[in-house]
């Protein structure tokens, strides 16, 4: 149930904004409101895979695992999967009473390159067509786009200095278990330009105005220790790390969405990323 809390908590942090507002120049042109929201979803899953089994159950499969728990049959793995069916749910349903036009979907686990709308697609037939409460209406939409991510990327190197490579996600380029956990995703009503696109996933820190190799400034604290081999006031990534390390955990995109307004057609910049 923390899931469940979470993601409602996070569904207050949403943007609707007006898409081309009038202008002398437009008066007869009709203005379109269109409401673009960003929503922590939750949707991270401890192993690769969970996801999308979860989110493949047709209804009545949902409903038949549902039952099970509800009469306290479920234990282990299959209780964690109806629980987070319901957590789907819950998520589908929040989505139905918003209703937002574009919207951010953080948090949706996927391959890592973000190529496959697979889970995307399972996720609108299969609970937003669905309507999860007796006051609200199914919704679905029909433009998906996934996106790479460099959460549970290896970076091939020492970051958190334990003196060993790989050891786990505090040396991936952005932290997760697995390359595709915590990504994100869109969902819209307009069409997206998707050749262009831009994302910043590979642009690197050292590149920003301003910055450079942090080093070691707390150096008297017992309960973070130096790591070996480093001494106060010593870079914390090796030279080779900085010169590779992302500015961005996961990714940060510029998505072009076309939204029509009577005869004419305006570009709107969704600017997403998921700061953590």
């Not at 042109?29 to 409401?35: E, F, I, L």
């Not at 209804?59 to 479920?74: K, M, S, Y």
């Not at 992302?246 to 969405?257: E, G, R, T």
């Amino acid at each position: 149930m923390k899931k469940i809390s979470k993601s409602l908590l996070a569904a207050a942090i949403s943007l609707g904004l007006m898409a081309g507002c009038h202008s002398n120049n437009d008066s007869e042109t009709p203005d379109t409101m269109v409401r673009f929201a960003t929503f922590n979803l939750s949707f991270d899953r401890t192993a690769p895979g969970m996801l999308s089994g979860e989110l493949a159950l047709t209804r009545a499969e949902q409903d038949t695992l549902l039952a099970r728990l509800a009469d306290g049959g479920l234990s282990g793995a299959e209780k964690t999967k109806a629980l987070d069916v319901q957590q789907i749910r819950n998520i589908a349903e929040i989505v139905q009473r918003t209703r937002p036009d574009v919207f951010l979907l953080n948090e949706f686990d996927n391959d890592g390159k973000g190529e496959n709308t697979a889970d995307l697609k399972a996720f609108n037939d299969n609970y937003l067509a669905h309507a999860q409460h007796g006051e609200v209406t199914a919704i679905s939409y029909p433009v998906l786009q996934n996106f790479a991510t460099n959460t549970g990327l290896m970076s091939g190197h020492d970051l958190n200095l334990d003196g060993k490579v790989g050891s786990g996600p505090d040396d991936a380029w952005g932290f997760g278990n697995y390359h595709g956990q915590y990504a994100f995703a869109v969902m819209s009503q307009y069409p997206i330009d998707t050749k262009q696109i831009r994302t910043f996933q590979h642009f690197k820190w050292k590149d920003m105005p301003g910055e450079s190799n942090p080093v070691i400034d707390d150096c008297s604290n017992p309960k973070a220790p130096i790591p070996a081999g480093r001494q106060c006031g010593d870079a914390w990534y090796d030279d080779a790390a900085w010169q590779q390390f992302p500015l961005s955990s996961k990714n940060h995109a510029d998505v072009p969405v076309r939204i029509k307004r009577g005869d004419k057609e305006e570009v709107i910049h969704f600017l997403i990323s998921h700061p953590t």
